[in-house]
């Protein structure tokens, strides 16, 4: 079994400020990982993944997230954030397996993005 | 394109009664799950269908839940005699293919009440 823990419940952080959302995971086998991001009033939409390969993932809007390994952990960040990034975001895992009754994703907790002018 | 619907979008229900939500994947895709979503978490699943074959209901919390996919397209969760602990938002998620490095996406959910 796996799990997945979002150390930051909310952020509140100024416009064109960094920000880093943490994400740690637990699991006894190999993981893809996901950050996948809800705005107000819509469904969850990925964000970015994690598969194999260069552990720096990027997306189009701007945010990063790094595969660290030995910390098992999936930190998201983006170097200057925008109004329209306040949003909640999630962290979420399902295991690398041959044969797999569907990839589950394990989600943490959320973390909740404010951004202040 | 369309991407996955689930309808009702709200539901308030008795407790006790029976509810029925909808979810209408993306056309062609094989793989379909439901979450549930309690208020400030995480999703948490509920169940997996491959095509038409529930392979997985580990997620269900009681036997009053059931989910079907019988023509491996619309997929239908079912809760029978609704406590008020069933309040939550269910999110239906399908995928392309099985592969679990695939993106699965999400419809908007159906944000159930129990009174």
């Known amino acids: 079994a796996q799990s997945v823990t979002q150390l930051d419940s909310q952020v509140p952080v100024f416009e064109e400020a960094p920000v880093e959302l943490r994400c740690n995971y637990s699991?006894?086998?190999?993981?893809?990982l996901f950050w996948y991001v809800q705005y107000p009033n819509q469904g969850l939409q990925l964000l970015l993944k994690y598969l194999s390969g260069s552990t720096l993932v990027e997306s189009i809007n701007g945010f990063e997230a790094e595969f660290n390994k030995s910390q098992t952990s999936f930190h998201l960040r983006k170097p200057s954030v925008h109004i329209s990034d306040t949003a909640e975001y999630f962290c979420a895992v399902s295991e690398v397996r041959i044969k797999a009754a569907g990839n589950k994703l394990t989600f943490g907790g959320g973390t909740r993005v404010l951004v202040k002018p | 394109g369309a991407g996955v619907s689930q309808s009702p979008r709200y539901k308030v229900a008795k407790r006790g009664q029976d509810v029925a939500l909808r979810c209408d994947p993306i056309?062609?895709?094989?793989?379909l799950f439901w979450y549930q979503q309690a208020l400030g978490q995480g999703p948490e699943f509920l169940t997996y269908f491959q095509n038409e074959a529930q392979l997985d209901k580990s997620g269900l919390p009681s036997d009053r839940f059931f989910a079907e996919r019988p023509e491996g397209s619309v997929s239908t969760l079912k809760i029978q005699r609704t406590q008020q602990e069933d309040s939550a938002v269910y999110l239906c998620?399908?995928?392309?293919?099985?592969?679990?490095?695939?993106?699965?996406?999400f419809g908007p959910g159906t944000r159930l009440l129990v009174l």
């Open positions: 998620a399908s995928r392309r293919t099985r592969e679990g490095g695939e993106t699965q996406y």
């Open positions: 056309s062609g895709h094989v793989s």
């Open positions: 699991s006894s086998v190999s993981v893809y």
